[in-house]
């Protein structure tokens, strides 16, 4: 790479975004602490508003510009928040001594009260939130079909907005981006089915529209404002992630001019605590999307994530009971045979089954073993060659590109992904589950291989200049091993390596002292079960409880590994 280009694409992905100092012109920024509501920042605009200096407001008391209902509007709204929660409308009132009528948002961050102002459009004539969001869920409730379901919710966003083109963007697993519906004017073209790359929207963007459910940007050709001062008591910018005024980077705004789009609004769909995509809005001229059009497009985005969360829980549970059954019926046929570990290699067209996979081999004693699509042995040496390279330890190792452990994409036939499972590191004893490559014919918005231009002197850089569409063929990829197949993975895992070590046990391990043990770990399985039971009522928890409940489970998990682990050692 072009060491310029690599300094300033490390420059783009450190910026601080957050930290703008600045907002959008089309409304006003105040802060101030409790109790006495002294103001500490506004934006630079304010004095158009309020009809005060800059300097007049700030170390004054809010009330001194403020009606009294207003503040108590305000502080009722405070008093039913979390500090770091999104903002939250506290009242419509007329601000000023022109008497604007402004809608009002406030949220706290800091140990400040953060207070948005925006002038209405109008003053009449909107209605509520929340009956607009029902409606609009009524019209995609009854669509069982994915797709279905993705293109009515660009159809009904883009009628509520009336933005040129919404489109339904979800990310990939490598945060690659994909347009997967699109409504749109008849005029524009089509986007759907583009693939953008994972830098268009880098890293600490994504973080934000975690935290900013909504985002507008009525006129993207706008000039920043200010806020004053730029720096707190310590010397520290003030923190925007939660404002919906933060001025964004100027990038980003090259990016809609290079697409032609002047006003743009994102609508957050998260799942299980990730983004999992956005419902994307653009337009050829300035727009502005009034708060209450904002508050409904809010609760849409609520409901379409939990929609997105609720079908991913489904068909992970669905998944995972195949898996179960298929290894307990697994764990009871190795059970019974007096030998286990050796009994295994008779049980591989079972054992393909316990993960959504094409094919498995079993690298036992020297030998290899096979079942479905998977390589012949000729391949051991680059598979073991590929473990060391990743220095795996005691848990499963996986990867979905085949150049990875074959010599060439060719001489993989078709095969791409590895999830492998150690059974006995020390005599190189593994199993292998295979997937066959994906061949993707990929429409990219633009070359992946040139996301942004660098200006003259070197020292930044700005988005490329051109979205048309692009082919690609991809091939010696797989489908991504998904954290639920890793978490299945590591339960085979766990059964397997409990019933390999049986086979090497001594018979003096099957005194009374031995089955007593025994008799106590079956114990806390059935405890374990039992637990299981329990999440099938849980389809319907928020994605903040779900990823908790998903850390805890995976530390169990760890726990148990390291148990067994340790076990081994001693043993050895």
């Known amino acids: 790479m072009n060491p310029a280009l690599e300094r300033a694409l490390e420059a783009c992905a450190n910026e601080r975004i957050h930290l703008s100092a600045a907002i959008q012109p089309h409304g006003y920024l105040i802060t101030c602490q409790l109790p006495d509501w002294t103001i500490h920042h506004v934006s630079a605009n304010i004095e158009a508003l309020i009809g005060a200096p800059v300097q007049e407001m700030l170390r004054s008391s809010l009330r ?15 008093g039913f928040s979390e500090p770091g929660a999104p903002p939250q409308r506290a009242a419509v009132s007329n601000i000023g001594p022109m008497a604007h009528l402004c809608d009002v948002s406030v949220h706290i961050a800091d140990g400040l009260v953060h207070i948005e102002i925006e002038p209405q459009l109008r003053s009449a004539g909107e209605r509520s939130p929340t009956v607009v969001a029902q409606t609009m869920i009524a019209r995609v409730a009854n669509s069982a079909d994915i797709a279905d379901f993705n293109q009515r919710v660009a159809e009904q966003v883009r009628q509520l907005t009336g933005y040129d083109r ?28 583009l693939r953008y790359p994972a830098s268009d929207i880098p890293v600490q963007a994504r973080a934000l529209y975690l935290r900013n459910r909504i985002r507008v940007i009525p006129d993207a050709r706008y000039v920043p404002v200010p806020i004053v001062p730029e720096r707190d008591t310590r010397g520290q910018p003030l923190d925007l992630s939660q404002h919906a ?24 769909i998260i799942s299980g605590g990730r983004l999992w995509g956005l419902i994307a809005c653009h337009h050829r001229s300035p727009r502005r999307v009034p708060p209450g059009v904002r508050a409904a497009a809010d609760l849409f985005g609520l409901f379409v994530s939990m929609r997105v969360a609720s079908r991913e ?23 019974n045979a007096s030998e ?13 089954r316990a993960i959504e996979s094409d094919g498995v081999g ?32 005691t848990g499963p190792v996986s990867t979905d590109h085949a150049e990875e452990w074959a010599e060439t994409v060719d ?4 095969l791409a992904g590895v999830l492998a499972l150690p059974l006995d590191l020390g ?22 291989d040139e996301p942004f231009l660098l200006n003259e002197d070197g020292t930044r850089i700005g988005p490329r200049a051109s979205f048309a569409a692009w082919h690609e063929t991809v091939r010696g990829v797989s489908a991504p091993w998904t954290d639920a197949d890793r978490r299945i993975a590591g339960r085979l895992h766990l059964m397997l390596r409990e019933r390999y070590r049986r086979g090497t046990l001594q018979p003096d391990l099957g005194d009374i002292r031995a089955q007593g043990t025994r008799l106590d770990v079956r114990s806390q399985r059935d405890r374990l079960q039992q637990l299981s039971e329990l999440l099938d009522g849980m389809v319907h928890v928020s994605p903040q409880d779900a990823a908790q409940l998903s850390h805890r489970i995976d530390r169990l998990e760890s726990d148990l590994q390291g148990l067994i682990d340790n076990a081994v050692v001693e043993e050895d």
Not at 366 to 392: E, K, Q
Request: aromatic letters at 8%; one cysteine or more; charged letters at 25%.
């Open 362 to 393: 079993l690298l036992q004693g020297g030998h290899w073993y096979s079942a479905g699509r998977a390589p012949d042995g000729t391949f051991v040496p680059g598979l073991l060659g590929w473990l060391r390279g990743c220095n795996a330890g």
């Open 313 to 335: 829980q489904q068909q992970a549970a669905a998944l995972e009971e195949e898996a179960r059954n298929v290894r307990d019926a697994l764990a009871l046929r190795l059970d």
């Open 166 to 193: 919404v489109m339904v963007y979800r990310f990939r697993h490598d945060d690659a981006g994909e347009v997967v519906a699109e409504s749109r004017a008849s005029e524009l073209p089509a986007y759907l089915g």
């Open 427 to 448: 005599r190189d004893e593994w199993v292998f589950f295979f997937r066959c490559e994906q061949v993707d014919e990929v429409r990219w918005a633009g070359s992946p």
């Open 340 to 352: 286990p570990r050796l009994a295994l290699t008779g049980e591989l067209d079972l054992l393909v």
């Open 245 to 268: 005024l933060r001025s964004v980077s100027p990038v980003h705004l090259e990016y809609l001019a290079n697409m032609g789009v002047v006003a743009s609004m994102s609508i957050s």
């Open 411 to 414: 001489a993989a036939d078709g």
């Open 64 to 78: 001194e510009f403020l009606t009294d209902d207003l503040i108590q509007a305000i502080a009722e709204t405070i």
